[in-house]
């Protein structure tokens, strides 16, 4: 006997409709699952890492660092950096080096942390900046004075924020100028002495009031024997572990030319000395040079410093380039520049022969620059030209 079953055909799209709707809710449920464990596993990394950070000091750094390290810092770098800047603002001056300390141990390991920290203190510090809210001033450049001390951020970065801080002076920008050099001058004065001659000047200017003077007169007096740049019991870091680890090398065919004239002469092989001036001994001339002119007090200190250097014959191109870039990145036009190309050319003719070469490139390239930089650039070279000792009338 045999049986048959047959649905209609309307049938069969409804059990085809109700299969369907019912895989869909059950892929919808278990997606609202997986979002639901994320979003638990995110709030448990925010208060490890808040708990971890709010219980820090001098004593415990070690420990905390450990626990730190057994939490999802990759993930969780946001948080880390949001949770050191809210506690340091809230903490007393004296545990800033203590966060610094805790960002530099995992910044060995976690370069990425070091980096958004750094981006975030640059936005906090531009916020108080041009707001003139002072309390988060100081503790924007506190925090990156202990970073600087523990080598999380340069000395450039330094060097730049006083310059920042100090373009225009007034009593709150030399009071926070002041503060930064007071924790970070044992650090700048091992990498550039010269960092004291900016405060010098203002000092001769003679344009401060009587408690910006005694602050900067009493920092001029000071030489940081008392103040050492990192304490003892944060001092974690072994700066032998950085040679374990790829650090791209700034002057490495420098150094690898270095090497090998060096393995010549261990092995008894015949020393043959190449010049090669490629583009890392460019790019260390130009870091040179930026720095030397950033750092100095006048144009005759500038100038007095560069000589010092013996730029090679064929690199006089790369130094006016280096003047024109700085000036063009002030706010304004600063007879500074003007009068230190004046001086290189009345040095030398090799350098009026640079300088009208780069007017003509900026006068092609003149489309490109911004309303500001092309009013710089104007103003750099008429007052420039006007000086008939150093520029001839050719140009």
């Known amino acids: 006997m045999e049986i048959s079953f047959t649905f209609s055909h309307t049938k069969l799209q409804k059990y085809l409709r109700f299969y369907a709707n019912e895989s869909l809710n059950y892929k919808k449920i278990e997606k609202d699952t997986t979002i639901d464990i994320e979003r638990e596993s995110w709030d448990e990394l925010q208060r490890r890492i808040n708990s971890l950070v709010n219980k820090v000091n001098a004593n415990n750094l070690n420990h905390v660092v450990l626990e730190l390290f057994e939490v999802n810092l990759i993930r969780?770098?946001?948080?880390?950096?949001?949770?050191?800047?809210?506690?340091?603002?809230?903490?007393?001056?004296?545990?800033?080096?203590?966060?610094?300390?805790?960002?530099?141990?995992?910044?060995?390991?976690?370069?990425?942390?070091?980096?958004?920290?750094?981006?975030?203190?640059?936005?906090?510090?531009?916020?108080?900046?041009?707001?003139?809210?002072?309390?988060?001033?100081?503790?924007a450049v506190s925090f990156l004075a202990h970073l600087v001390d523990q080598r999380v951020a340069g000395e450039t970065v330094a060097l730049e924020l006083l310059h920042t801080l100090l373009g225009e002076p007034s009593g709150d920008t030399v009071e926070v100028a002041v503060a930064f050099v007071t924790v970070c001058g044992a650090t700048l004065l091992e990498v550039s002495p010269t960092v004291f001659d900016i405060f010098r000047g203002i000092l001769q200017e003679g344009d401060l009031d009587y408690t910006s003077k005694c602050l900067v007169e009493s920092l001029v007096r000071c030489n940081f024997e008392s103040h050492k740049a990192i304490r003892p019991e944060l001092d974690l870091l072994d700066e032998q572990t950085s040679l374990d680890v790829f650090k791209p090398d700034p002057e490495f065919h420098q150094n690898e030319r270095k090497y090998e004239q060096l393995k010549r002469k261990i092995l008894g092989e015949e020393?043959?000395?190449?010049?090669?001036?490629?583009?890392?001994?460019?790019?260390?001339?130009?870091?040179?040079?930026?720095?030397?002119?950033?750092?100095?007090?006048?144009?005759?200190?500038?100038?007095?410093?560069?000589?010092?250097?013996?730029?090679?014959?064929?690199?006089?191109?790369?130094?006016?380039?280096?003047?024109?870039?700085?000036?063009?990145?002030?706010?304004?036009?600063?007879?500074?520049?003007?009068?230190?190309?004046?001086?290189?050319?009345?040095?030398?003719?090799?350098?009026?022969?640079?300088?009208?070469?780069?007017?003509?490139?900026?006068?092609?390239?003149?489309?490109?620059?911004?309303?500001?930089?092309?009013?710089?650039?104007?103003m750099f070279y008429v007052l420039t030209y006007l000086c008939e000792d150093s520029f001839s009338r050719t140009l």
């Open 271 to 378: 020393d043959t000395e190449e010049e090669d001036h490629t583009e890392t001994d460019l790019v260390s001339l130009r870091r040179t040079i930026y720095q030397t002119i950033m750092s100095s007090l006048n144009f005759e200190e500038v100038v007095h410093k560069l000589l010092q250097i013996r730029i090679k014959p064929g690199q006089e191109m790369e130094l006016c380039v280096m003047i024109l870039e700085c000036c063009t990145e002030e706010r304004t036009y600063r007879s500074f520049y003007g009068q230190l190309a004046q001086r290189f050319c009345l040095k030398s003719k090799a350098y009026i022969e640079c300088f009208k070469n780069l007017f003509v490139q900026q006068y092609v390239t003149l489309h490109r620059l911004e309303t500001n930089k092309l009013r710089i650039v104007a």
């Open 76 to 139: 969780g770098r946001g948080l880390l950096c949001r949770s050191c800047l809210k506690s340091q603002i809230a903490s007393p001056p004296q545990f800033t080096d203590v966060f610094a300390a805790l960002v530099a141990v995992v910044n060995s390991k976690f370069p990425s942390v070091g980096d958004l920290l750094l981006k975030r203190l640059f936005l906090q510090f531009r916020w108080g900046y041009f707001r003139n809210d002072k309390p988060l001033l100081l503790a």
